[in-house]
C-alpha cells in the first residue's frame, strides 16, 4: 500500500487547513487510517484515526473539537480538517493505514504498516 499527503501549508493562528492522503489499497474500507504529527527532536504523537469498515473516530486530546477526520472510501482518501489552528499544531503530518489493527492498538503508531512521506502545517502566532 502506498500513501500519498498533501495539502500542508502556512496558515495563521486561528485559521483552517485540510490535509489529504490517496491511497493505492484495492480493498480502503478495510483499512484502519490514522494521522500522526512530529516535530524536531519528539516521537510520533496520534492526532486522529478512523477504525475500517465503517467504525469509529478517534482523536487525541489536544485536537479533540478542533481536528475532524473523514474519509471517501471510492476516492481512497482520508482528510483531516484543521480548524481553529495553534502555533503548537505545527508539525509534520503523517498518514498511516494498517489492516490488521485492534481498537487498543489504534494510537501507536509502531502498529501501523504502511506510512505516507508527510505534509508539513506551518501555523504562525
Known amino acids: 500500500v502506498q500513501l500519498q499527503a498533501s495539502g500542508g501549508g502556512l496558515v495563521q493562528a486561528g485559521g483552517s487547513l485540510r490535509i489529504s492522503c490517496v491511497a493505492s489499497a484495492r480493498t480502503f474500507s478495510r483499512y484502519t487510517l490514522g494521522w500522526f504529527r512530529q516535530t524536531p527532536g519528539k516521537e510520533r504523537e496520534f492526532v486522529a484515526a478512523?477504525?475500517?469498515?465503517?467504525?469509529?473516530?478517534y482523536y487525541s486530546d489536544s485536537v479533540k473539537g478542533r481536528f475532524t477526520i473523514s474519509r471517501d472510501n471510492a476516492k481512497n482518501t482520508v482528510y483531516l480538517q484543521m480548524n481553529n489552528l495553534k502555533p503548537e499544531d505545527t508539525a509534520v503530518y503523517y498518514c498511516?493505514?494498517?489492516?490488521?489493527?485492534?481498537?487498543?492498538?489504534?494510537?501507536?503508531?509502531?502498529?501501523?504498516?504502511?506510512w505516507g512521506q508527510g505534509t508539513l502545517v506551518t501555523v504562525s502566532s
Open positions: 498511516a493505514a494498517d489492516s490488521s489493527l485492534i481498537l487498543s492498538s489504534i494510537r501507536y503508531s509502531d502498529q501501523y504498516d504502511y
Open positions: 478512523s477504525k475500517s469498515n465503517g467504525g469509529s473516530l
